[in-house]
Structure formats: structure tokens, C-alpha cells
């Protein structure tokens, strides 16, 4: 698992449902269409139903092996840590504020060291924020 592969798992589930409202939209559209136009707009709506469903497929599944990567974790505490920051999209503060006792800086540095991450200033705002 990697830094971009888990700050992507607190949005996955937003991206499952809008790509399920926007089937419901092409859905409703293909009703509406079948009554009205030819085969072609049918056709086009049906390949977009498909690919969207496959990206749900796709989507899921990222989400899945993300949550069993971070519940694989055999230290409690990390665990805690990638839970809160990767699955739940906290800030470090609320981190470090949700587990007691530690610092944004002590949990974003355990976070980073079980990534074997080494981070100059200007790293990107997923670990910073």
C-alpha cells in the first residue's frame, strides 16, 4: 500500500455513490429515450451503464484491499492512526486528538515510518494537512 493508494480510501465511498446516482440518472434517461428516440441514444446510454458499473466494481474493490491492508497492521496503535487518517480523512490534529496523549507531528511521524517515508517540507498536503 502505498501514500496515494491511502489517501484516496476516504473518497471512495463519496466516488461509489455518485457514480450509482449518476446510473439512476442513465436509467431514468434510457426510460425516457426508449419511448421516444431511436436505437443509437439507447445503445450509448447502455455502454456508459456498463462502464460506470465497472467502475464501481473497480472502486470497491481499491476501498476493500485498503481497508484490509490497514487492518492487517499488527500494532494497535498504528492501526488507530491509519483508520482515523486514511479511512475517516481526519487532520493530523484530530488524530492525535482522537487517540490522547500524542502530538500531529508524533502521529503523522509513525504514520510515515511504517510507510518508510522520508519527507522534506514541501511533501504534498495529504501528509501535512
Not at 442513465?26 to 455502454?47: C, F, K, N, V
Not at 499488527?74 to 479511512?87: Q, S, V, Y
Not at 487517540?99 to 518508510?116: C, E, F, K, Q, W
Request: glycine share 6%; charged share 30%.
Amino acid at each position: 500500500m502505498n501514500k496515494k493508494s491511502l489517501s484516496r480510501l476516504a473518497w471512495l465511498p463519496s466516488e461509489v455513490t455518485q457514480l450509482e446516482a449518476r446510473i439512476v440518472e442513465l436509467m431514468r434517461e434510457y426510460i425516457t429515450t426508449a419511448a421516444q428516440q431511436g436505437a443509437s441514444r439507447l445503445t450509448w446510454i447502455r455502454m456508459e451503464i456498463i462502464q460506470l458499473d465497472a467502475s464501481i466494481t473497480k472502486t470497491m474493490k481499491e476501498h476493500t484491499d485498503g481497508l484490509a491492508w490497514i487492518e492487517s497492521i499488527a500494532d494497535p496503535f498504528l492501526r488507530m492512526i491509519f483508520r482515523l487518517r486514511c479511512i475517516e480523512g481526519r487532520s493530523w490534529g484530530s488524530v492525535a486528538f482522537r487517540i490522547g496523549g500524542n502530538t500531529p507531528d508524533s502521529v503523522r511521524m509513525a504514520h510515515n515510518r511504517y510507510l518508510g517515508i522520508e519527507l522534506d517540507d514541501d511533501e504534498d498536503d495529504y501528509l501535512r494537512a
